[in-house]
């Protein structure tokens, strides 16, 4: 199953190929939604966990995990369908086959995540009502959940992307969703990874670097080099900011009572994320190294490039991220802007809330981060490579 073609086929008239390919379809618009809708259910999700407890599988913020889940699988079902029995041959020829069944790549990905995510349902249901709550929140069933959300994600990325590299006059419209579906990931990758690199009170250890390193510059670096739309990685970095202040802003809105004992604290409304990573100023300097690279560099070059993209991000955020996160523990960041030192019910209030949790990362430690950055950027450069020739 291959997901490179040539170059899309001249139409006929030219003025007909510029309407047709400057017109993004409705269902990158649909997957869209999805990927955001299930964001946003999982976040709440989280909140909802953290303020109230676990009440019932039929919570608001899990009908809309479940209704982008839903919406990714019938749109994308959809095209395939239309694809296969109502396209032109040119749409089937720059489809990919599988089953006999032609589409999109993004679309099939997309189809097995609402698959995954629909067998989690049930899954997840069992789970509580046999163990009650997660103690992390990489259970099982919310690890088939993940894949599926994060297959979504990434189809949604693939969809957009095959329509930028074949767009006529530039695809910028699809190039914006490929970067905003790339920020949506960031902000997904940043919820799995919660335990690890979310809280500010685990900024200054040794594992906050380590993954920061393995996450950032491949994603990063990655949109960049495939993105066409203008300072791709620094986009995808705010809307991952972007997404998760509003969630803070919007969550602390509404009144919740914990009703699951034990209740350890006095909570009034929703609890929200921790504030985002201050990731738009790396993923800047990761945009202005990466544009140095013109497009028939020697591999060599890519390389370097990249290595240096990836240390250079490191070496930002490190410094961004360390004082940033020693102003998340004072009273100046406890407000509603910030959002700071907002706790779980059925966790003991203490001194350790305004406290680092770890020791402080050593050298040996920040020099693995290195090394674990340059390969993690390495391999962004040669994704990012691959999304750059996807055409189906």
């Not at 989280?46 to 019938?74: E, Q």
């Not at 040119?90 to 609402?114: K, Q």
């Not at 300072?231 to 803070?248: E, F, P, R, S, V």
């Not at 020693?326 to 305004?354: I, K, M």
Request: net charge neutral; proline share 6%.
């Amino acid at each position: 199953m291959s997901t490179l073609a040539p170059a899309a086929p001249t139409l006929a008239t030219p003025d007909r190929t510029v309407v047709e390919r400057s017109v993004v379809p409705w269902y990158l618009w649909a997957v869209a939604f999805a990927s955001t809708s299930v964001i946003i259910g999982v976040i709440w999700d989280i909140s909802w966990h953290r303020t109230i407890g676990r009440d019932t599988f039929w919570t608001p913020a899990h009908l809309a995990i479940y209704l982008g889940g839903a919406v990714a699988g019938l749109s994308c079902g959809w095209t395939v369908l239309a694809t296969t029995f109502a396209g032109t041959e040119t749409d089937r020829g720059a489809a990919v086959r599988f089953w006999g069944f032609r589409g999109p790549l993004g679309a099939w990905v997309c189809i097995w995540g609402s698959l995954a995510m629909i067998t989690s349902g049930p899954l997840d249901d069992w789970w509580h009502n046999t163990y009650g709550l997660d103690v992390e929140i990489l259970s099982p069933p919310h690890t088939v959940l993940a894949a599926g959300i994060l297959a979504i994600q990434i189809g949604a990325m693939l969809m957009a992307l095959a329509r930028q590299n074949t767009a006529v006059g530039g695809g910028r419209s699809e190039s914006f969703l490929f970067v905003y579906a790339g920020g949506v990931l960031l902000l997904m990758l940043a919820t799995l990874t919660t335990n690890e690199i979310t809280f500010p009170n685990d900024q200054h250890g040794t594992l906050f670097f380590l993954v920061s390193a393995g996450i950032f510059p491949f994603v990063l670096v990655g949109l960049s080099r495939s993105a066409r739309f203008p300072w791709g990685a620094t986009m995808a970095a705010a809307i991952y900011m972007a997404g998760t202040t509003i969630m803070i802003w919007v969550l602390q809105l509404f009144p919740a009572q914990p009703m699951l004992a034990p209740i350890l604290r006095q909570v009034d409304s929703m609890v929200p994320p921790a504030f985002p990573i201050l990731l738009v100023i790396p993923a800047l300097a990761v945009d202005l190294i990466m544009h140095r690279l013109p497009a028939g560099a020697p591999v060599l070059r890519q390389w370097s490039t990249a290595v240096g993209a990836g240390l250079t991000l490191m070496l930002v955020l490190g410094v961004v991220q360390w004082y940033f996160s020693e102003f998340l523990l004072t009273s100046g960041a406890r407000n509603f802007v910030f959002g700071a030192d907002q706790w779980d019910y059925n966790s003991t209030p203490g001194s350790w809330q305004h406290e680092f949790w770890n020791p402080t990362v050593t050298r040996a430690g920040a020099g693995w981060a290195a090394v674990v950055a340059m390969v993690s950027a390495t391999g962004g450069l040669g994704w990012g490579n691959w999304l750059a020739r996807v055409r189906r």
